[in-house]
């Protein structure tokens, strides 16, 4: 997935592309409206992340001619601009979320996350894939190489955000807050638990591994080379 940040500022736009690059995406800087918004309408970017002060032109005159020239590409407004009257702006320039500075990335990256898959279309997704590897989600059910496999409940929603976030290192406490859906002591061995076991169902009796572990960092699940 490529995302554009518009930012003006190297320093966040280095801490957001490097957030974004480790969580899988690939990014692209532009450090100035102009240049944004002549990358945003010339290539296929599949979102952007505009700050509304920039130099050149501004984030919202931005958005708005883009906007004007048929682009619909979801566009995260991130700003210091914070009060209602603000947000509302920007949401009714055209932008479809606004995030006011400072953020804590996890939340970017969950409204990253919600933008792509409203812009998907189609519906929700019922299958999904990795490899050999199928999940089926309506009757809850998972193969490898044609072969059934059976999970527990757990181990099922670990697998599953495993697989919605192929190639992406999914860290420990990604996993403790979307499976669980509360917070445990991040030193719990309580996910290293359950990847062992789910490792061992879907990857024991084949040649090549899926899920691997990215040390010091959390665990991937990505198609064989």
């Known amino acids: 997935m490529r995302v554009l940040i518009v930012e003006d500022d190297e320093e966040t736009a280095g801490y957001i592309a490097k957030g974004l690059k480790e969580s899988g995406y690939r990014p692209t800087v532009a450090t100035d409206g102009k240049e ?26 931005l958005v708005e001619t883009l906007r004007g020239t048929g682009k619909e590409l979801p566009i995260l407004f991130l700003s210091a601009m914070g009060s209602v009257e603000e947000r509302v702006k920007g949401l009714r320039g055209g932008a479809d979320d606004y995030l006011v500075k400072p953020f804590a990335f996890s939340e970017l990256l969950a409204r990253i996350e919600v933008l792509l898959r409203r812009g998907g ?3 929700a997704e019922t299958n999904l894939r990795v490899g050999d590897l199928e999940m089926d ?18 181990e099922f929603k670990i697998l599953e955000y495993l697989m919605r976030n192929t190639g992406r290192v999914v860290t420990r406490v990604m996993l403790l807050e979307n499976v669980w859906d509360y917070h445990f002591d991040p030193q719990t061995n309580v996910v290293d638990v359950h990847i062992s076991r789910l490792r061992q169902k879907i990857d024991r009796d084949f040649d090549k591994p899926l899920l691997h572990t990215v040390r010091g960092a959390g665990y991937r699940l990505r198609e064989p080379d």
């Open 137 to 154: 989600l309506l009757s809850r059910s998972v193969r490898r190489g044609g072969k059934p496999i059976d999970l527990q409940p757990r």
């Open 121 to 123: 279309g189609g519906g």
């Open 36 to 61: 944004g918004l002549l990358m945003a309408a010339s290539e296929d970017f599949d979102l952007a992340i505009v700050d509304r002060m920039l130099p050149g032109l501004d984030g919202l005159s």
